[in-house]
């Protein structure tokens, strides 16, 4: 009888390309895909651990599986299981753990288990965890569940260690795949029939620098793909971002003016506390830089507010400086205590309630930032790219400089990508109306 399978995954970019890589590999062993809320006979919760939050949304989802269907295998993944495997195993259900470095041996975990389940023998948890710094290599992934867009991972883990953040304790030290290795999973993605792949990693500035390759090589290599139309950078930080890159981005045949770039404080000494590796005033350059190559072009920036030594003299700074910048959104991020990390020692901490107030402000700087954005592209010629999601009638699409767009359907512009001229903001200013030229 088909086995089915539901997958629910948390966190980033590079979560959700691992996430569809394993279930493609499930789907061609035979098992058959249902939703998270159906009854399945295997559930992988695929997890965060970036804050709290991310980690009680990892739990709920097991207890849900769990209570769909107290047979099923379940199995926990990723970077929650990497950094706490321990506290899920007291979670019942659950039947498989495995950390970042042996994802790829889930599907052998499942059969194990299956088996165990058919020989009726007795439950044992098959914690697989291993410790973090023997987490070597590096294992492609790119996700296909998609017809339009599709992202690609290139690195993992990171070398960085910024004081408050957990990830180098969840993913490891920075590795990658080769030039190589990513041409020939963009050629397959081509291949798909994929326009646009969105390239991502943990700090994808660091690509290749164990095999003495370069992000800059890297993405001149991507460029010469035939059959993907378009690239976006997923995130990228601002020590990383060269000028080099930003100039090839601009005179590329198929990157994006769509730049992400975790900025994480206006405040230099909050920039300080936090072991960032740039101070405000390079990060402002680089944005300067690329407005004026770039004036449509789409920059974003991660803030985290309420972080150590945010004093009310330097949130005011920090903030008026975000105000004084061309950026089109602003990712605000509230800073939350991480188990591992050097923040926990260091630093004036901030009141939580103060944290949540100015985590309010910015968002309200963020949408201010966006329509103001938004305004400045009425008339602005640009291409949309088409995608298959149908609703009350209409169609949507990203223009090349991230803004949504929306037409009525019609299943022939599906995937494809039309030149258009941006004409007004929705009502719920969610989406452009665009004419078509
Ligand atoms: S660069 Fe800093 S914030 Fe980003 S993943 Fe690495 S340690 Fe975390």
Redo the contacts with the bound molecule.
């Keep these: 009888m088909t086995q089915t399978i539901a997958f629910h995954t948390l966190g980033c970019k590079l979560n959700f390309a691992e996430s569809s890589d394993l279930l493609r590999r499930f789907v061609n062993e035979g098992y058959k895909e249902v939703g998270f809320k159906d009854k399945a006979d295997v559930y992988v919760i695929n997890t965060c651990t970036v804050t709290q939050i991310a980690e009680s949304k990892c739990r709920n989802a097991i207890r849900q599986a769990h209570h769909i269907n107290p047979k099923a295998i379940i199995a926990v993944i990723g970077c929650f299981s990497q950094v706490n495997s321990k506290e899920i195993e007291k979670i019942e259900g659950v039947n498989i753990i495995l950390g970042n470095d042996d994802k790829h041996l889930l599907i052998e975990k499942v059969k194990e288990s299956e088996k165990r389940i058919i020989n009726d023998e007795k439950h044992e948890i098959d914690n697989s965890v291993i410790d973090i710094s023997s987490l070597k290599s590096f294992y492609s992934s790119y996700s296909s569940n998609d017809r339009t867009r599709a992202f690609l991972k290139v690195q993992d883990g ?5 004081t ?5 304790f969840a993913r490891g030290r920075s590795r990658s795949c080769s030039i190589e290795e990513a041409v020939s999973d963009a050629k397959t993605l081509a291949k798909q029939g994929k326009k646009e792949i969105v390239i991502t990693g ?2 994808i500035g660091d690509f290749g620098k164990e095999r003495n390759e370069t992000f800059l090589d890297l993405i001149k290599s991507l460029d010469k793909v035939e059959g993907i139309k378009r690239y976006r950078i997923s995130s990228i ?1 601002p020590d990383l971002l060269s000028k080099e890159i930003i100039d090839f981005c601009f005179s590329s045949r198929a990157f994006l003016p769509h730049f992400h770039i ?1 900025l ?1 404080s206006g405040s230099n000494k909050v920039l300080k506390t936090m072991k ?1 590796r740039y101070l405000r005033e390079e990060f402002e350059e680089k944005v300067n830089y690329i407005h004026e190559l770039m004036p449509n072009c789409f920059i974003a920036a991660d803030v985290m507010v309420g972080a150590n030594d945010e004093t009310e003299d330097e949130w005011l700074s920090s903030y008026k400086f975000l105000e004084s910048l061309p950026l089109a959104f602003i990712h605000v991020f509230t800073y939350s205590q991480r188990p591992n990390t050097l923040a926990n020692k260091i630093g004036e901490v901030i009141p939580v309630h103060l944290r949540r107030q100015r985590s309010e402000e910015l968002q309200k700087l963020a949408y201010k930032k966006k329509e103001e954005f938004y305004k400045t592209n009425i008339n602005y010629e640009c291409k949309v790219l088409w995608e298959e999601t149908k609703k009350d009638g209409k169609m949507y699409g990203f223009t090349n400089n991230y803004i949504r767009c929306q037409r009525e359907y019609d299943s022939k512009y599906i995937n494809t990508i039309t030149t258009e001229k941006i004409i007004k903001l929705s009502k719920d200013k969610e989406y452009f109306i665009i004419e078509n030229l």
């Design positions: 990171c070398d960085y260690f910024c408050y953040c957990e990830i180098p943990v700090n930080e975790p994480q960032r």
